[in-house]
């Protein structure tokens, strides 16, 4: 839980901003308005379905910088918001975590979610009883098909973690004129392209699929603040393999590493491009790339039947290493 609680706090210093998504939050302080608070939480243990919820307080949701200056009375504040649940609250465990060198402490807030559906009164004698549901960042009531949905077990995420990035981008110029006119060749049109290779643990503990079509890689370079790249797994297939892929999903039925490629193609006259990627916007590209010391990729993951997206960025470092392959023109890797 500490070790959580501490990644949590790391992500968000990297980011220079908060690290909420669906299912973890960060606050300031104990909201002070316990019927509020109430169905916040109700609302996010609906929508996880099975998966934990954590709450990390003292900590400005914005910057990802640590208040821990707040005094908080958990035993006395946790009883105040139980009451406002009809029947049955979320289970809820704490931990006190040591986060600076001024002796700066978070409180985490870990809530088990495996009794849905939690609902919470209202205080209104015309609708005494709310299921509330989280959309983003937004608390609102629960649809009919989504109250079905929390009735149903949900796959949970296996613990995923990017053990090595490889980025590489090639460039071939236009055709020139007199090699068209000498060589009786077709004019080639200037093309620029990114190759993403990531390798993944999965800690796969029962069989999970991995829908194609739901999972994401972003490229954040100073020109292209955010590019996706075409996602596809690469797998052996087999009788004896762990891991099954094809062009729809894979399947992963064992503790592995799970290949992922990402590709991007730029090419001065094609329509995809943000600036239709004429010449001008390609060789300043390629000109960017080649000073580029360090770019950052994100990886989105989603599990068949699951709540939950697992989203992680890591910074890629220049690969300075010698190369003899005319079109490729720079390399960055990250390990761990």
Not at 132 to 142: L, V
Not at 179 to 191: D, L, S, W
Not at 313 to 326: F, G, I, K, M
Request: include cysteine; glycine fraction near 4%.
């Amino acid at each position: 839980m500490e070790a959580q609680v501490l990644q949590l706090v790391e992500r968000s210093r990297q980011r220079g901003q908060g690290d909420e998504d669906s299912f973890v939050e960060l606050k300031r302080e104990l909201p002070k308005d316990h019927k509020k608070a109430a169905r916040q939480i109700a609302a996010i243990c609906n929508a996880a379905r099975g998966n934990e919820v954590v709450w990390v307080v003292d900590i400005d949701e914005r910057t990802g910088d640590i208040i821990g200056a707040t005094e908080t009375d958990l035993e006395a504040w946790w009883p105040q918001v139980e009451k406002h649940f009809d029947e049955l609250p979320p289970e809820m465990s704490d931990i006190i975590v040591p986060s600076g060198p001024e002796g700066q402490v978070l409180l985490g807030l870990f809530f088990t979610t495996d009794r849905p559906p939690y609902v919470v009164k209202t205080g209104v004698a015309t609708a005494e009883r709310e299921v509330p549901w989280r959309e983003g960042n937004r608390t609102r009531s629960a649809r009919r098909n989504e109250i079905l949905r929390m009735l149903l077990p949900a796959t949970k995420m296996p613990r995923l973690e990017i053990r090595e990035v490889e980025l590489s981008c090639q460039y071939r110029a236009r055709s020139a004129t007199e090699e068209i006119a000498t060589q009786n060749i077709f004019p080639r049109p200037a093309n620029l392209w990114i190759n993403m290779r990531a390798s993944i643990f999965v800690e796969a503990l029962n069989p999970v699929v991995f829908p194609q079509h739901e999972q994401y890689a972003y490229l954040h370079t100073v020109l292209l603040p955010r590019k996706s790249l075409a996602v596809r797994f690469l797998a052996k297939n087999g009788p004896n393999t762990w891991i099954e892929a094809n062009n729809h999903a894979a399947l992963v039925k064992n503790p592995t590493i799970l290949t992922l490629a990402g590709d991007a193609n730029f090419s001065d006259g094609s329509a995809e491009s943000p600036s239709a990627h004429d010449g001008e916007f390609l060789e300043k590209l390629r000109l960017s790339l080649l000073e580029e010391e360090k770019v950052s990729v994100s990886i989105s993951l989603s599990v068949a039947g699951g709540a939950i997206k697992w989203t992680e960025s890591v910074s890629l470092l220049r690969d300075s290493r010698p190369h003899e392959y005319a079109p490729l023109i720079a390399r960055w890797a990250f390990e761990k």
